[in-house]
């Protein structure tokens, strides 16, 4: 079985955004009752979001740990180029809550090991379609999130305008 989809991790028996053992850093814990946002070396949540409370959720992440700088992303806003790709929101998970309504988001430590293209875009679409669907309990499946992982990490994206149709047909196929 596959054990990582670029920021998305299993540790043990639960599935992780980013690096839970890295020192000062932060992970997303993937759990039943919902995500559960983790700081190295404190052993209960910082906070606890329920599955039900999601309507957007969106992945952001970088290929390489340097990326995710503080300074890449004073250099990505000095040099004007292009959507953010760098700085310390670059990984990070964000999206829409409902009961209240707010915008969250909750930036986690990147891997010392490098993520992949195709792992960034499938990672993105699997929450991204999961939550769209009224899924979002899928994410704490452990099993499920285990198929899933093993069938994208393998999977060759279509990047272009139909990119969200083809993401939409493997994730679909993962049965919601």
């Known amino acids: 079985m596959t054990e990582h989809l ?3 991790e299993l540790v043990g028996d639960r599935w992780v955004i980013g690096d839970p053992k890295r020192e000062g850093g932060s992970c997303l814990v993937l759990t039943a009752g919902g995500m559960e946002h983790h700081k190295s070396g404190v052993p209960e949540p910082q906070l606890v979001i329920p599955w039900s409370r999601f309507m957007d959720m969106r992945v952001n992440a970088t290929t390489r740990a340097w990326l995710a700088t503080r300074t890449m992303g004073v250099l990505q806003a000095v040099s004007g180029t292009g959507p953010q790709v760098g700085g310390r ?3 990070s998970v964000s999206g829409l809550l409902r009961h209240p309504y707010e915008y969250w988001s909750l930036n986690y430590t990147h891997h010392q ?3 992949t293209q195709p792992h960034i875009f499938w990672v993105g679409h699997l929450f991204r379609k ?7 309990r899928r994410l704490g499946d452990p099993e499920w999130l285990g198929n899933a992982v093993a069938k994208l990490a393998t999977a060759r994206p279509v990047y ?3 990119s969200n149709r083809r993401a939409s047909e493997v ?3 993962l049965g919601l």
């Open 113 to 115: 090991r490098p993520y």
């Open 6 to 8: 670029g920021p998305l």
């Open 130 to 136: 999961t939550v769209e669907a009224k899924a979002a």
């Open 89 to 91: 929101s670059a990984c």
């Open 171 to 173: 994730i679909e196929a």
């Open 160 to 162: 272009g305008l139909s």
